[in-house]
């Protein structure tokens, strides 16, 4: 079964970031990490920490890893593509694949717990969505892995979020301007701004931000992307 960390609190997140960080890469400042970028207009990139739970008898949704219970000297039974990886607390369990069309996924990550019911493991997912179109999300299918890696972003005026088409028109004496939106498009500083779509036939994208800062050039945004895989 997959699980991932809990979700920030992102209005708390916020409060905390320096206003005058308006140049700055937010995601880096606080977690070390560069943000997503797009290496061309029809790619994404993403990394999120995960945290991964795995029933004992069964595959890690999207992935040729399996677990297998205990060995008989007390390691972790993991299986990969087929081969028996005996596992230890600590030790490295990686997989790459492309569980959906035009997605390749890397996991990085080490084992935390393990026992006669489930294999836990933590650390972090590397996504890259290519020749991506922006559509509506439509009806959700089942989903199949789910991601929510942090991001920022600082827009230029006329400038579209990644993945998305929302675009900033340029600050207004009701705040931020933003088009693409439904209904009211304008927010002001730490404002929510939210958006949901399809980026490929197999992959949806939400986004959950805020407005850190923005002027009539161009405006910064913080907070998570929520990247589902859904199932072929």
């Not at 081969?83 to 607390?89: D, G, N, S, V, Y």
């Not at 969505?129 to 199949?144: F, R």
């Not at 850190?212 to 199932?231: M, R």
Request: hydrophobic share 40%.
């Amino acid at each position: 079964m997959f699980r991932h960390l809990k979700r920030w609190n992102i209005f708390a997140l916020l409060f905390g970031i320096t206003l005058s960080l308006t140049g700055c890469d937010v995601a880096q400042s606080l977690l070390g990490q560069t943000a997503p970028s797009t290496t061309s207009a029809t790619m994404l990139i993403y990394d999120a920490p995960v945290s991964l739970t795995i029933k004992t008898g069964t595959l890690l949704p999207g992935t040729t890893i399996a677990y297998n219970g205990k060995t008989a000297s007390g390691a972790a039974r993991v299986l990969l593509v087929g081969l028996e990886a005996p596992k230890k607390t600590g030790d490295t369990l990686d997989w790459q694949g492309s569980p959906v069309p035009n997605a390749q996924i890397k996991l990085t990550t080490r084992v935390l717990t393990f026992d006669d019911q489930s294999l836990t493991v933590a650390g972090t997912a590397h996504i890259e969505l290519s020749n991506i179109t922006i559509q509506p999300s439509g009806t959700q299918g089942q989903v199949l892995i789910e991601f929510s890696a942090p991001v920022s972003y600082t827009l230029a005026k006329s400038q579209t979020i990644p993945g998305s088409n929302v675009s900033y028109l340029g600050m207004t004496a009701e705040g931020a301007q933003f088009g693409g939106v439904q209904g009211y498009a304008f927010r002001k500083q730490l404002d929510s701004l939210e958006y949901n779509g399809r980026v490929l036939p197999k992959v949806l994208l939400r986004l959950d931000l805020r407005v850190i800062s923005f002027s009539n050039e161009g405006v910064v945004l913080g907070g998570t992307a929520n990247i589902k895989l859904e199932t072929p």
